[in-house]
Each structure stands twice: as C-alpha cells, then as structure tokens.
C-alpha cells in the first residue's frame, strides 16, 4: 500500500508560481511512474504531467508545457510540480498518483485508469 500526500496548494495571481509537492509512502517509489492529474468543477479529470521511473522521461499535457515542470527526488520519496505563470484556467484540485512498481507506461501515462494510488489533492486557484 502506497500513500500519497500532496501539499502547496494555494492562492496566486495569474502570472505568478506554484510549486506543489507528493510525498509517497513506502520503500517503492522509485520503481513508480508518477502523475499529477486535475479536475475543476464541473469537468473531467484532467492528465497534467507524468515522469516514468525508469530514464526518468517526463510527459506534459499541451496546455502546460513551457509552464509546468515535473521532477522527481527518490531519496526522498517525493514527486514535485513547479507552476509557472500559472492563469485562471489553471485553478483545479491537483492530485498526484502512481503506479505499479517497475511497470512502464510510455504509451499510457495519460489515463487516469492507469494508476493505483491517488493522492487526497490540493486546491490551486489563480485569480485573475
């Protein structure tokens, strides 16, 4: 079993930054793909970024890149999302999420089914 806490959530001007962190539980995260997805009211949750386990390849939606990093500190168990000029549709409940240890999922990494533990999320809103 896997937990996952996110934190960094907040109220920001658009044009400003966040930077959210996932810190897992257990002695497995290296061998994890780990996600960030994001839902807002009324809509479907959304893929935001992912970086696989092994190469430690990374995967953004078009409507983060150039604004959106994911990264990842295996020793300390964390997965992170820096947000830059972040704007008004950016404000969602972020989650992160991981999936099974040592399974590759570079043609997969998108869809919310392909992962097995998923964080409580944390509120992002940027006011305009």
């Known amino acids: 079993q896997v937990q996952l806490v996110e934190s960094g959530g907040g109220l920001v001007q658009a044009g400003g930054s966040l930077r959210l962190s996932c810190a897992a539980s257990g002695r497995t995260f290296s061998s994890r793909t780990m996600a960030w997805f994001r839902q807002a009211p009324g809509k479907e949750r959304e893929f935001v970024a992912a970086?696989?386990?092994?190469?430690?390849?990374?995967y953004s939606a078009d409507s983060v890149k150039g604004r959106f990093t994911i990264s990842r500190d295996n020793a300390k168990n964390t997965v992170y999302l820096q947000m830059n000029n972040l704007k008004p549709e950016d404000t969602a409940v972020y989650s992160c999420?991981?999936?099974?240890?040592?399974?590759?999922?570079?043609?997969?990494?998108?869809?919310?089914?392909?992962?097995?533990?998923w964080g409580q999320g944390t509120q992002v809103t940027v006011s305009s």
């Open positions: 970086i696989m386990w092994s190469g430690g390849s990374t």
């Open positions: 999420a991981a999936g099974e240890a040592y399974r590759s999922y570079s043609g997969t990494y998108y869809h919310p089914s392909t992962y097995i533990y």
